[in-house]
């Protein structure tokens, strides 16, 4: 009676703990969200019921195959008398337990063959966007529309040092967001330029590697407004934590509206190279540049990284001639991670960054380059 007592209490016990347990995860059911997000597409919401499918079938076939074994062992164990049944190679046991298996695998191929064949469906899409991944950034063009440009990390280096406490977004926040309409067919043109990179949003159930030389293709057809965030998924270098991706996805009149600011930024940005900037204007606009794009390769103070990344800080590049330091920026240094710049920022940027690596750290050159002169430069005159 009261080893009864006392296998009631500890079972009381025990569901009381459960009840506890499960209110606590239920107050923070967002942090354990362990299953796929469901997106904001057909196509991930296709492949997250497919998801959700796959999982019943593999329970219901766990419960099934639980079931029978932990009933045989209960009925059928030796302090009960049970004899083992003595047989060998049973035609229609095998037939069974083959036979059944395979349906299975049919029945749940397919929905998975028609979710496929959906997911690499890129035909008659209204929008096509080349996306190419640099390290560490991406680079986006709106086909046939004459807009492009380039989204880089945008946390502030104090966060990502340590120095400042860190943002809702840290490590996902860019410059310069993709932004799409929503209620259109997008086809996405996926490459790298320089190594292999990965672009993925899950909210869009897309996940394309970007390889040199290459082009994968992915689509999406975005339901509902919002911003949506990813990350390369591609262990690409050193700073590949550094490579966040942020989709807007706006009403077509505000894409629209999106894209006539991005042209007529492009218009003037084309103007600003003919003008002639001061000292001070350059060099502030250097060092915004130079921490966002330089800094996490010859580190905010100049000093580099001994071995891998040289200083520029004294440096024979950033205290030599000017033409030799532009050309550094612009064309990069061959089978060196020091990358060509001249696609990548516009004159009037390379201009600043150069005109601030000169003159920062107590290098004080006391010249300064202007927009002109690194147009001249890639024109080769």
């Given at each position: ?15 009381t ?20 997000t ?33 009933v ?49 469906n890129t ?30 990390l ?70 509902q ?5 990813g ?8 700073d ?7 989709v807007e ?9 999106w ?11 084309a ?18 540049l130079?921490n ?66 000169r ?23």
């Open positions: 009676m009261l080893k009864t007592a006392y296998r009631l209490y500890a079972w009381m016990l025990g569901f703990c459960l009840v506890a347990a499960s209110s606590a995860l239920a107050e923070e059911a967002e942090r354990w969200q362990f299953n796929m469901p997106g904001v597409t057909p196509v991930s919401q296709n492949v997250y019921s497919l998801h959700m499918q796959m999982f019943w079938w593999c329970v219901g076939i766990g419960v099934v195959v639980f079931s029978i074994m932990f045989s062992m209960f009925l059928h164990r030796k302090s009960r008398g049970a004899i083992p049944s003595n047989f060998h190679e049973s035609t229609a046991l095998e037939l069974v337990w083959t036979a059944i298996p395979f349906a299975i695998l049919i029945l749940m191929g397919i929905p998975a063959s028609k979710s496929l064949i959906d997911l690499y035909e008659k899409a209204e929008i096509d966007v080349l996306v190419t991944g640099y390290q560490w950034r991406w680079k986006y063009e709106i086909l046939g529309e004459d807009v492009s440009f380039f989204s880089n945008a946390t502030p280096r104090d966060q990502i040092e340590g120095h400042a406490e860190k943002g809702p977004h840290y490590l996902l926040e860019v410059d310069e967001p993709l932004v799409l309409p929503i209620g259109k067919k997008i086809r996405f043109l996926v490459t790298a330029n320089d190594v292999i990179h990965s672009w993925w949003v899950p909210a869009f159930a897309i996940k394309r590697d970007a390889i040199p030389g290459f082009i994968n293709d992915a689509w999406t057809f975005i339901e407004p919002g911003t949506y965030r990350q390369c998924a591609e262990l690409c270098g050193k590949h934590g550094f490579m966040p991706i942020v996805a706006k009403s077509d009149a505000e894409y629209r509206a894209l006539d600011d991005k042209k007529a930024s492009a218009a003037a940005l103007e600003l190279t003919e003008k002639t900037f001061t000292f001070d204007e350059l060099y502030e606009q250097g060092e915004q130079y966002r794009s330089c800094a996490s390769c010859h580190l905010a103070d100049g000093t580099g990284v001994s071995g891998v990344f040289p200083a520029l800080k004294d440096s024979p590049v950033a205290t030599g001639a000017m033409e030799h330091h532009i050309d550094v920026v612009v064309n990069g240094v061959a089978g060196t991670a020091m990358q060509a710049f001249g696609k990548q920022l516009s004159e009037v940027d390379i201009a600043a960054i150069v005109t601030y690596e003159n920062a750290w107590g290098n004080n050159m006391g010249d300064l380059a202007q927009p002109l002169d690194i147009y001249n430069h890639k024109q080769g005159k």
